[in-house]
């Protein structure tokens, strides 16, 4: 059986002295016999909170619970055990060694836990029979279309017959003829004793889901000093908001766009590392005249009003109250 429980569970990342915390307060309850689909942008966390369910990565904060087994807690042996029997992962890239044959790469994990090369052979191919691959056992990934490569990385990960089987985004570069055969594949594996967490943002997989959850992208965070840590195409502040900080760029490109009266959003200025934003909402108590978008991994400086005075002095500050186009 498999019943995964996740309870206020924080992940975290430090780059470059920034704190990003893309899984933040996230509760989730999968039963046995579930499938279920984590949806969500690029950058939204999918990989991350898979990664924290194999054991890959430790959380900041918060519990999974895996059939009762406490992963957060686990360590040393008892973790090895954890990632070895308990769950089964399908990476993004399929990960399949190129030498060996789809028999030879199925067999993997079983020879790692001690296995003899017969057995493990044998029962490599009893998997790929039920993953529909009983003709290609003996073909090289580099002779396998890009769904049955997808199969054969599914059959390794179900070597060892995990009760839990986590899957990266399985229909990524594969054509809709190819999706079909991994959707009904992952559908039927879905069953009492396993349960199936699939990370995608591929809403054709939607139908095929027992429970469905929604990463958002989480607003940017302010940490360590009004730095703000930010992806391609995070929002920071929309037109229209009121706002009390004055935006610096750190690094990357903020691209400023204003919706105009027929609703056609102009893009009126991109603003680079070392110049400033967003300052007349703060100074004049006026609202945001644009939306100010990261335009690939950016990070801005917020400070305020009093700071930017400080910094700028007051020629600048009359000289930016000519020009507007800097952006609300
Ligand atoms: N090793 C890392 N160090 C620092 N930041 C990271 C690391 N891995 C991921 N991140 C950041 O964490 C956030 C979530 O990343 P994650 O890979 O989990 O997203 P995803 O939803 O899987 O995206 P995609 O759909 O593109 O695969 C992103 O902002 C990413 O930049
Ligand atoms: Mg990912």
């Known amino acids: 059986m498999a019943d995964v429980s996740i309870r206020d569970l924080v992940v975290e990342y430090t780059s470059g002295g920034y704190v990003v915390r893309p899984i933040d307060g996230l509760d989730v309850r999968a039963g046995d016999g579930e499938l279920v689909l984590l949806l969500g942008a690029s950058g939204c966390g999918k990989t991350t909170l898979l990664s924290?369910?194999?054991?890959?990565?430790?959380?900041?904060a918060g519990t999974i619970t895996v059939d009762g087994t406490s992963v957060t807690e686990l360590s040393g042996a008892g973790l090895t055990e954890y990632r070895r029997h308990q769950v089964g992962i399908v990476f993004q890239a399929f990960n399949l060694i190129p030498s060996?044959?789809?028999?030879e790469n199925v067999a993997l994990p079983l020879l790692a836990t001690g296995r003899g090369r017969r057995a493990s052979l044998d029962r490599a191919r009893q998997i790929l029979d039920q993953v529909d691959l009983t003709n290609r056992v003996d073909h090289r990934p580099g002779d396998?279309?890009?769904?049955?490569?997808?199969?054969?990385?599914?059959?390794?990960?179900?070597?060892?017959?995990?009760?839990?089987?986590?899957?990266?985004?399985?229909?990524?570069?594969l054509d809709y003829i190819q999706v079909e055969g991994v959707i009904r594949?992952?559908?039927?594996?879905?069953?009492e004793g396993r349960t199936i967490i699939v990370a995608t943002h591929d809403d054709r997989l939607l139908?095929?889901?027992?429970?469905?959850?929604?990463?958002?992208?989480?607003?940017?965070?302010?940490?360590?000093?009004?730095i703000v840590a930010m992806n391609d195409g995070e929002i920071l502040f929309g037109q229209g908001e009121t706002g009390d900080l004055v935006y610096v760029v750190e690094q990357g490109v903020i691209e400023l766009t204003?919706?105009?009266?027929?609703?056609?959003?102009?893009?009126?200025?991109?603003?680079?590392?070392?110049?400033?934003?967003?300052?007349?909402?703060?100074?004049?108590g006026l609202r945001r005249s644009a939306t100010a978008c990261a335009v690939g991994p950016t990070t801005v400086r917020g400070c305020s009003p009093t700071e930017f005075r400080a910094s700028m002095g007051r020629h600048a500050i009359n000289d930016l109250i000519a020009d507007h186009s800097t952006g609300g």
Not at 100 to 103: D, V, W
Not at 185 to 191: G, S
Not at 263 to 281: D, K, N, W
């Open 185 to 191: 594949l992952l559908r039927a594996l879905a069953r």
């Open 207 to 226: 139908p095929l889901a027992d429970q469905v959850v929604e990463l958002s992208p989480r607003p940017p965070e302010v940490v360590d000093g009004r």
């Open 258 to 284: 204003r919706e105009r009266q027929d609703a056609v959003p102009e893009v009126i200025a991109r603003v680079v590392a070392g110049q400033y934003f967003g300052e007349l909402a703060p100074l004049f």
């Open 52 to 60: 924290a369910l194999a054991g890959i990565l430790q959380p900041a």
């Open 144 to 173: 396998l279309s890009g769904g049955q490569q997808q199969r054969v990385a599914i059959a390794r990960a179900l070597a060892l017959e995990p009760p839990l089987l986590l899957a990266d985004e399985p229909t990524a570069h």
């Open 100 to 103: 060996l044959t789809a028999a």
